[in-house]
Nanobody, 124 residues
Framework: QVQLAESGGGLVQAGGSLRLSCAAS????????MGWFRQGRGEEREFVAA????????SYADSVKGRFTISRDNAKNTGYLQMYSLRPEDTAVYYC?????????????????WGQGTQVTVSS
């Protein structure tokens, strides 16, 4: 079992930056691919980014491509989501999650462990 804990969320003005962290404990983090999702108020949870076990492959939602960067440090059992040029529409609770599927970014239902989420609020 893997326990995930997100941090780094907060309030930022449009155009600003934040870096989210996802600290993993339990089973070896490096044996899981990882993803970030977000859920705005009254909206469905949506995919943001994914990264492979070793970090060589990444995938992004079109809405964040070029602005967000996903990374991981397996030695520190931590994943990251660096967010630049934030927009009000990026406001959401951000979740990290892990999976063991062959696909890099499977549906949310394929992710087996989830963190509790961290709130990101972007003011205009």
């Amino acid at each position: 079992q893997v326990q995930l804990a997100e941090s780094g969320g907060g309030l930022v003005q449009a155009g600003g930056s934040l870096r989210l962290s996802c600290a993993a404990s339990g089973r070896t983090f490096s044996t899981y691919a990882m993803g970030w999702f977000r859920q705005g108020r009254g909206e469905e949870r949506e995919f943001v980014a994914a990264i492979s076990l070793g970090g060589r492959s990444t995938s992004y939602a079109d809405s964040v491509k070029g602005r967000f960067t996903i990374s991981r440090d397996n030695a520190k059992n931590t994943g990251y989501l660096q967010m630049y040029s934030l927009r009000p529409e990026d406001t959401a609770v951000y979740y990290c999650a892990t999976h063991t599927m062959a696909a890099l970014s499977p549906p949310a239902s394929a992710y087996n462990y989830w963190g509790q989420g961290t709130q990101v609020t972007v003011s205009s």
